[in-house]
């Protein structure tokens, strides 16, 4: 892969209804039907009790910022434009938490416990990721 080529994630058979979900501008959660627990990121296999058996479920896509920090210098040449930006990790009402990005603000200005909601970038063709705005 090219530095001058911003990585995209690759669906795979775990994330592939994910990213289809996220191309629709809806952000998904996998719930076990055995012990009802949400997970972020997909897989097959329950992380709590190990069963196989689950459903998607639509997120509100509302939630907090758990943790966050000031990205001032680009790790690759196609990360140049964006800086500064917003790494956060998201807290959602399903007990999930999820790294994304928080834009639409000024950086110096998001906080621990911020109330945020979901938004999609598009990204390539394919996908559309997952991030966040200040409500
Ligand atoms: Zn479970």
Redesign the pocket.
Known sequence: MSEQTRPVPKPDRDSAYYWAAARRRELVFQQ??????F?FYPRSV??????E??EWHKSLGRGAVYSFTVIHRAPTPAFRDRVPYVLALIDLPEGVRMMSNVIGCDPGSVQIGMPVTVDFEEVSDEISLPVFRPE
């Open positions: 076990c039907n055995e012990c009802g627990q997970r329950c992380p709590f009790c190990l069963s058996k689950f």
